[in-house]
């Protein structure tokens, strides 16, 4: 099931102004767009939005957390 950014936000407390700042810099790079750009997130991006705002909590910052996730994408390519 996709869930658009509205939904997301509905669900996990997340404004969608803060929602659209990380999508556009790099914390959710695999999530799927409509033709005409609309977001539409998995089950699974939207426990990686819950995993987004307790590293946020713990101070980790938007760059940090973009070099976490490409590490993580890269898989044990680099391990």
Same mark, same amino acid.
């Given at each position: 099931?996709?869930?658009?950014?509205?939904?997301?936000?509905?669900?996990?407390? @997340?404004?969608?102004?803060?929602?659209?700042?990380?999508?556009?810099?790099? +914390?959710?790079?695999? $999530?799927?767009?409509?033709?005409? !750009?609309?977001?539409?997130?998995?089950?699974?991006?939207?426990?990686?939005?819950?995993w @987004?705002?307790?590293?946020?909590?713990?101070?980790m910052?938007?760059k940090? +957390?973009?070099?976490? $996730?490409?590490?993580?994408?890269? !898989?044990?390519k680099?391990?």
């Amino acid at each position: 099931m996709a869930y658009t950014i509205i939904e997301v936000s509905q669900k996990t407390g @997340v404004s969608p102004r803060t929602l659209r700042y990380w999508c556009d810099n790099g +914390l959710f790079p695999l $999530i799927e767009h409509s033709p005409s !750009g609309i977001r539409y997130f998995s089950k699974s991006d939207i426990e990686w939005v819950e995993w @987004v705002v307790r590293f946020c909590k713990m101070g980790m910052s938007v760059k940090r +957390l973009r070099e976490y $996730i490409n590490l993580a994408i890269k !898989g044990e390519k680099f391990a």
